[in-house]
T-cell receptor, first 112, second 112 residues
Framework: NAGVTQTPKFQVLKTGQSMTLQCAQDMNHEYMSWYRQDPGMGLRLIHYSVGAGITDQGEVPNGYNVSRSTTEDFPLRLLSAAPSQTSVYFC???????????FGEGSRLTVL | KNQVEQSPQSLIILEGKNCTLQCNYTVSPFSNLRWYKQDTGRGPVSLTIMTFSENTKSNGRYTATLDADTKQSSLHITASQLSDSASYICVVLSNSGYALNFGKGTSLLVTP
């Protein structure tokens, strides 16, 4: 039972490149979400999903796309990477809207 | 604007000593308050979740308190250990939609 698995753990991109951060969960949770964590700031919500086929924007959605075709997977796509997207990204799941959050181990992204 | 303020920003204590971390919030309407522990390079892990009616909740050497009237919470760590060195994040969930409000965290260093 792995919980929440994020890949890759580290990635370096050049400005303008695109990539996808993967998130998979084996907890059968409805809710999945993506956060970014920057020094001196709290975790900020990028996008979230309340179930397969349903996604919505969070606090800082610009420059990111998501999709939720299955309960297990919630990939985060960077369409054209910018240095401002250098950050640590966390995927999280929860059973319902008020339940405990379970986080992945994070993906550290550097955009040059 | 919903806010979660944590203090102190950082703290250094000797192994075996106790410490208390503070969290003040303005989030409304309130659903629950969570404390997470984040080890360096890892994802946050839940310590406690407290609802409106709960004043105190313990998890081993960690005890969280909540005063919903004054909108304050504290996390008390007893007999600190080196493994308690981490960032502690206070998170408040609003009843208004899927809205988690994150504090910036308190960085705790326990020294021998």
């Amino acid at each position: 039972n792995a919980g929440v698995t994020q890949t890759p753990k580290f990635q370096v991109l050049k400005t303008g490149q695109s990539m996808t951060l993967q998130c998979a969960q084996d907890m059968n949770h409805e809710y999945m979400s993506w956060y970014r964590q920057d020094p001196g700031m709290g975790l900020r919500l990028i996008h979230y999903s309340v179930g397969a086929g349903i996604t919505d924007q969070g606090e800082v959605p610009n420059g990111y796309n998501v999709s939720r075709s299955t309960t297990e997977d919630f990939p985060l796509r960077l369409l054209s990477a910018a240095p401002s997207q250098t950050s640590v990204y966390f995927c999280a799941t929860t059973r319902g809207s008020v339940g405990e959050l379970f986080f992945g181990e994070g993906s550290r992204l550097t955009v040059l | 604007k919903n806010q979660v303020e944590q203090s102190p920003q950082s703290l250094i204590i000797l192994e075996g000593k106790n410490c208390t971390l503070q969290c003040n919030y303005t989030v409304s309407p309130f659903s629950n308050l969570r404390w997470y522990k984040q080890d360096t390079g890892r994802g946050p892990v839940s310590l406690t979740i407290m609802t409106f009616s709960e004043n105190t909740k313990s998890n081993g050497r960690y005890t969280a308190t909540l005063d919903a009237d004054t909108k304050q919470s504290s996390l008390h760590i007893t007999a600190s250990q080196l493994s308690d060195s981490a960032s502690y994040i206070c998170v408040v969930l609003s009843n208004s939609g899927y809205a988690l409000n994150f504090g910036k965290g308190t960085s705790l260093l326990v020294t021998p």
